[in-house]
């Protein structure tokens, strides 16, 4: 027989546990790597793998801008990503609207038409291995994603894959 102590508290915690799994919801590493190799794999690039390094210096940066949530590259070492959004939007949904940019992006004339399309060549950049990003929910409400990407690239003249 179960006592009713131990029901209240086994409650709370299957609570807590489904909402702390929904909000973590795509936003972990793998979450990140997923997506960035689902869009480098349809054009038949390589994939990323999660770098430790990378994630603490993408954090640290996001974290920097959780009063502001100011879209300012950090001129860090890095390629890099920035995207910032209402309330609670994901990682993945940050790395799927850079991918947006694709339809722009000419691969024959290896330039971008009509529009920008840095955010998406950084994604499939061939010789970029790993990646590192960051989340923050910024003071404002608004939410300011980071992924860096080592080694980085959109090099002028040089074809992304």
Not at 36 to 54: E, F, M, Q
Not at 78 to 93: H, K
Request: glycine share 8%; aromatic share 12%.
């Amino acid at each position: 027989m179960v006592s009713s102590t131990i029901i209240p508290s086994t409650i709370f915690l299957v609570s807590f546990l489904l909402a702390t799994t929904i909000s973590n919801a795509q936003n972990s590493p793998q979450d990140f790597v997923d997506t960035h190799n689902d869009i480098r794999a349809a054009v038949g690039v390589g994939p990323v793998s999660w770098d430790d390094t990378l994630a603490a210096y993408a954090q640290s940066y996001a974290d920097s801008k959780m009063d502001t949530c100011e879209m300012e590259h950090s001129n860090g070492p890095y390629g890099e990503n920035l995207a910032e959004g209402y309330d609670e939007m994901t990682g993945v949904e940050a790395v799927r609207f850079w991918a947006t940019e694709k339809k722009f992006y000419n691969h024959h004339l290896n330039r971008c038409v009509g529009d920008e399309c840095g955010h998406y060549t950084q994604i499939v950049w061939r010789h970029t291995t790993n990646i590192g990003c960051g989340r923050v929910k910024c003071e404002n409400n608004w939410v300011f994603v980071i992924c860096n990407y080592n080694p980085p690239g959109n090099y002028i003249g040089q074809h992304p894959y």
